[in-house]
């Protein structure tokens, strides 16, 4: 049975939820609350957001809040906290928390790579990692799973399409995958010319078709780059070259990623779109529980389209599959010029080709090491967002 970086076979019950305010971090506490005992929220953290946050953990008996912006804790209010908890600041408070020894499961939901520090410090504290941040495994991919295998730690992904995979995969072994499939909504420009996306808005970009998510991934989904991610973090997650990760386009979002084998069978995994089922998959792994999702409803007609999807209208895409074959310094430097352009184009300084463009860019200009460091990941992430500032000021 192929499975991705795993060592137990029981759900772990003790939950820290870092990101706790973005879509994937509400939705986490929306299903932790539903499951009930024996699972519970241990702690959970913010950046700013301080007081939204310690209104809605009210319902819960956390240990501990982590705000990562000194600024907003200094002025917040602690007597508005849930009673009993403390409230911890900075970076390395949320380190602490991701490594806390009642902690047992860390919902990794903080966007982009601000999440890398604290999802490494949970691999290596030998955690059950519920991962939603994908840019840590683009980034930094083989320093997490060497820390999980040395730690004994596990990752189960909370992205509903390598959920589908992992689940899907419980049906074969490495060796009898022929590939494996990534099913993608194609966002809110599937069916947009190119000439028509060199001139959409800010608005446009962020009108995603099917999910409700943050700015910044929904512009990653307007690009398609956010499936370019997925395409790299498949690579880590399943430990399968990238000629054998491939991606389809499924509007309706029912199919949430299949698996071929090497006999031509196909298995999927199908449900209504809506993360919350992903994500008790990932805090319940390996038992299934009734979950208050949405259901498939077989007694009505369905219609599944799947379609290829179009590398030169979305460009994204073979970045995606480079950087899967490359690896090394190769997924720093694309998320981090990636995160600087949807910055620069949701601020209105640059238009919609230009940031998968100025990824390209970066990504060619760089100095490729195959092995890296922590310490020159972080140097070249600077570096990347600090080369496209300079190329967009002059586009």
Not at 183 to 191: L, Y
Not at 246 to 271: K, N, R
Request: a negative charge.
């Amino acid at each position: 049975m192929l499975k991705p970086i795993s060592s137990s076979t029981k759900p772990k019950n003790s939950i820290a939820v870092l990101g706790a305010t973005g879509s994937i971090g509400a939705a986490t506490l929306e299903v932790v609350r539903e499951l009930g005992e024996p699972w519970h929220l241990w702690g959970a953290s913010a950046h700013s957001r301080i007081l939204e946050l310690a209104g809605t953990l009210q319902d819960f008996q956390p240990h501990y809040m982590v705000a990562t912006c000194a600024e907003a804790a200094r002025g917040c209010d602690r007597s508005r906290l849930p009673p009993g908890c403390e409230l911890l600041v900075g970076p390395d408070a949320l380190v602490r928390l991701a490594q806390d020894p009642s902690v047992d499961t860390v919902v990794a939901a903080i966007v982009g790579s601000a999440g890398l520090m604290s999802t490494l410090a949970a691999a290596q504290a030998g955690k059950r990692l519920a991962l939603a941040n994908k840019e840590t495994l683009v980034v930094a991919g083989g320093l997490v799973t060497d820390a999980l295998r040395q730690s004994g730690g596990e990752m189960v992904p909370v992205d509903s399409e390598h959920s589908a995979i992992f689940q899907a995969l419980q049906a074969g072994s490495k060796r009898e995958v022929e590939r494996i499939v990534l099913t993608a909504s194609g966002g809110p420009f599937r069916t947009w010319t190119s000439a028509q996306m060199a001139d959409a808005s800010v608005e446009d970009a962020l009108a995603h078709p099917t999910w409700q998510m943050g700015r910044k991934i929904s512009i990653d989904s307007a690009t398609m780059m956010n499936k370019a991610l997925e395409v790299i973090e498949a690579r880590w997650l399943f430990d399968l070259p990238a000629d054998k990760i491939s991606v389809v386009v499924h509007p309706q979002s029912i199919i949430h990623s299949f698996v071929e084998f090497t006999d031509g069978s196909v298995l999927a995994q199908l449900s209504p779109p809506d993360m919350r089922l992903p994500i008790q998959y990932a805090l319940t792994y390996p038992d299934r529980i009734a979950c208050p999702c949405p259901k498939m409803d077989w007694r009505q007609p369905w219609t599944l389209d799947l379609e290829p999807a179009d590398e030169e209208r979305f460009p994204a895409l073979e970045l995606g599959w480079e950087v899967a074959k490359r690896g090394g310094t190769c997924g720093v430097v694309v998320n981090a010029a990636n995160e600087a352009a949807v910055e620069l184009f949701l601020s209105g300084e640059l238009r919609f080709p230009e940031i998968v463009a100025g990824c390209r860019r970066i990504l060619d200009q760089h100095h490729y090491t195959p092995s890296p460091g922590l310490d020159e990941l972080m140097r070249l992430d600077r570096w990347a967002r600090e080369e496209t500032l300079k190329w967009a000021a002059q586009c």
